[in-house]
């Protein structure tokens, strides 16, 4: 049985920092990419961070990049997220999943698995 759990979330002051944690088990996480999805109240789910299964490449939405970084611990099968400078439309629901491919994906239905998520909450 695959599980994903995320982990980090809370509430936090506009400006702040924060890591979320996604661990794996039951699923062979090493060959696979992984991304964070968030999804506010009234709002699709969108992307946020993807890496490719080494960890060599990531990518990120316009609205992250330069304050998020996604990095990975295949030994740990554990995928992070560091969210730096966080702003109030940055409160969500953040989710981690683990994806059908190896290279970095965008797409949300490129993905396989996903955890419950993580609530975040950035006042202002």
């Known amino acids: 049985q695959v599980q994903l759990v995320e982990t980090g979330g809370g509430l936090v002051q506009a400006g702040d920092s924060l890591s979320l944690s996604c661990t794996a088990s039951g699923h062979p996480f090493t060959n696979y990419a992984m991304g964070w999805f968030r999804q506010a109240p009234g709002n699709e789910r969108e992307f946020v961070a993807t890496?490719?299964?080494?960890?060599?490449?990531?990518a990120y939405s316009a609205s992250v990049q330069g304050r998020f970084t996604i990095s990975r611990d295949n030994a740990k099968k554990t995928v992070y997220l560091q969210m730096n400078n966080l702003r109030p439309e940055g409160t969500a629901t953040y989710y981690c999943?683990?994806?059908?491919?190896?290279?970095?994906?965008?797409?949300?239905?490129?993905?396989?698995?996903w955890g419950e998520g993580t609530q975040l909450t950035v006042s202002s």
């Open positions: 999943a683990v994806s059908y491919y190896s290279h970095e994906q965008e797409r949300a239905n490129a993905y396989e698995y």
């Open positions: 890496i490719n299964r080494s960890g060599s490449k990531t």
